[in-house]
């Protein structure tokens, strides 16, 4: 099919799929009127603004503005293709689709990869094996001094590559594997001899599996003396170290639905928060987060939680990863684990009811910062107060709730002992350009907000239009497209009226919003579908909708006169100057006229 689903197809998923049993899996859904509600799974917010239509089969959220149909919701919670989308509703709904046609050049790559996958697979069984067996000896001693159960052990499929120069090498080659496929893995390494010799040896290992469960590399920890302590897979066709996460094909059950992760550093601190009981603990490879891995984690939340180890390294790795996650819109807290423990320490000494007590008492990214700052100058010399208070300044900036700024200039006095009027004198100052403010602080999700009357109006015509395409004559009649002054209000009524031209006069509302392709036009129509129709009469809100609409359009004709008729007087030209004048004198008459 020329990897392309048939029309039929896309309309039997799009009749037999149910929006609210599929939005349902991903988001706590309450019945409320004829539609469903639930708080957003696209942006962080504490009261539900996110609306889901069983009537309409559409969704769309009032706070961040992302709308759509059932497909547009799966290609956004999970970060799908539409084709991928349509084959996962297929698949839930038993609906065949006609295999896809590839090229020569696609089925190589597509069996290049599988066969890759496979050999991943065996490498871990194998590994897996050996640990279980005499050779593996060395590796159940390391892991029972962790103490990790053998229940444990089988959830993260742990192993051993046994201290010899061959064991994994020889194994793989026996069932095929050619050198070369061993050498694209980074299974094993070519010897100064010239011969091939396994990669990781002596080692406990550390299979790294994507969200999918697929085996994309490995990570392996020498036991006893020997460098490096840690050592990972190479870049291969399958793994790619800053854009996956481990733990995360166990952890994203939890992760939906406690709607928080926490992320940590090493793969035993994961190991072990599970162990405990901490089902949502991810960790970031030993790298800095990358964007990357912060996308893939906004599949399942936005309420983040970083735990890395209290060394310099951690905190300097904890500092790098906040900036990404909040300008990525997440809602950020840290722990800061005492003396300087990991988190896998901490949690052996301390257990789980200790560790959630640390994580319900995690900082906020400012007083992360704020903590920061004051172990970087001494808070008790008034030098040492004024360095903290300005260093904090820029981080303070980038807090949009008046209130919540208020609480942390308040909770800043009270730590330093300094006057607040000082302080808010500080922050005006920074605000009005006393310092340079800082230009990359990200912009929040949008709160939901009330619309002008014009907004309504726009919203309210083209609801009415679809319920009636005969209304179009009167809409043409008081301006047409030139009566809507949002982009998307004008596209969408040049989109209505060619698919009426095209000779479609009845349009549901559902399929008008599959039919849209621009992702702005499309979240604008949900969200205008699913407001509340405003009380009274619909043919006399309609008219009034117009008649709100043509004053709009011609006060925006006299500020465009105006701004003609400053310019004819500042050149000397008095003739034009006086027929802008007519003109703007007939425009303020016309306005006088469309008073409500």
């Not at 070369?180 to 070519?190: D, M, P, W």
């Not at 003396?339 to 901490?346: A, I, V, Y």
């Not at 009524?493 to 698919?499: C, R």
Request: glycine share 8%; with cysteine.
């Amino acid at each position: 099919m020329n990897g392309r689903i048939p029309e039929d197809i896309i309309e039997s998923l799009r009749q037999q799929a149910d929006i609210v049993e599929i939005v349902a899996g991903y988001v706590t859904l309450k019945k409320q009127g004829q539609n469903y509600t639930g708080l957003c799974p696209f942006h962080q917010e504490k009261t539900p603004s996110f609306v889901v239509s069983p009537a309409k089969q559409i969704f769309h959220c009032f706070g961040c503005g992302k709308g759509g149909n059932v497909f547009t919701f799966l290609m956004e919670q999970e970060g799908l293709a539409f084709q991928e989308a349509a084959e996962k509703l297929a698949l839930r709904y038993g609906i065949a689709l006609p295999e896809k046609e590839t090229t020569p050049a696609q089925k190589e790559q597509e069996s290049r990869i599988k066969r890759l996958r496979q050999i991943n697979q065996w490498a871990m069984e194998l590994y897996e094996q050996a640990l279980k067996s005499k050779i593996g000896t060395p590796g159940r001693e390391y892991f029972s001094r962790r103490g990790l159960s053998s229940e444990t052990i089988g959830q993260f499929h742990l192993g051993y590559a046994p201290d010899q120069w061959d064991f994994l090498t020889k194994e793989l080659t026996a069932k095929g594997v050619s050198e070369q496929e061993l050498l694209l893995l980074g299974l094993s390494v070519t010897s100064s001899r010239g011969t091939l010799v396994d990669k990781f040896r002596g080692r406990v290992m550390f299979p790294i599996l994507d969200e999918r469960d697929q085996v994309i590399g490995f990570g392996g920890r020498i036991i006893g003396e020997g460098q490096p302590k840690y050592l990972n897979s190479q870049e291969t066709p399958l793994f790619h170290k800053g854009k996956g996460l481990y733990g995360l094909s166990l952890a994203k059950n939890a992760i939906r639905q406690q709607d928080q992760v926490i992320i940590m550093e090493g793969y035993m601190d994961v190991i072990a928060a599970r162990q405990q009981g901490v089902a949502n603990a991810v960790a970031s490879l030993g790298t800095s987060l990358t964007v990357e891995q912060v996308k893939l984690l906004t599949r399942y939340t936005y309420r983040t939680l970083i735990c890395y180890d209290g060394d310099s390294a951690g905190e300097a790795a904890t500092l790098r990863g906040l900036d990404i996650l909040d300008q990525q819109g997440c809602r950020v807290g840290v722990m800061r684990i005492p003396e300087g423990k990991d988190p896998d320490d901490f949690l052996k000494i301390k257990g789980k009811e200790a560790f959630i007590q640390l994580a319900e008492k995690a900082f906020s990214l400012f007083e992360y910062k704020f903590q920061l700052n004051m172990e970087k100058f001494d808070k008790e010399e008034m030098a040492g107060k004024v360095a903290i208070i300005q260093a904090s300044l820029p981080e303070l900036a980038k807090i949009k709730s008046p209130v919540a700024r208020q609480g942390y200039i308040t909770m800043m006095a009270d730590t330093l002992h300094f006057p607040e009027p000082a302080i808010k004198d500080e922050v005006r100052r920074y605000f009005t350009g006393g310092q340079k403010k800082d230009k990359t602080a990200p912009a929040r999700s949008p709160e939901l907000k009330s619309q002008s009357s014009e907004e309504l109006a726009q919203g309210i015509i083209i609801r009415c239009f679809l319920r009636d395409v005969r209304r179009q004559e009167a809409i043409e009649e008081a301006g047409g497209a030139s009566l809507f002054g949002n982009p998307q209000a004008r596209s969408l009524y040049q989109t209505l009226s060619a698919l009426i031209m095209a000779g479609y006069v009845t349009l549901k509302e559902e399929d008008l919003v599959a039919l849209i392709d621009r992702q702005e036009e499309r979240q604008w129509l949900t969200g205008i579908l699913l407001q509340e129709s405003p009380p009274g009469d619909e043919e006399r809100v309609f008219q009034d909708s117009l008649l709100t609409l043509r004053r709009q359009k011609v006060e925006r004709q006299i500020k465009d006169k105006m701004a003609k008729l400053a310019a004819a007087e500042r050149s000397g030209d008095n003739s034009a100057a006086k027929e802008i004048m007519i003109a703007l004198s007939g425009l303020n008459i016309e306005k006088q006229k469309l008073k409500p």
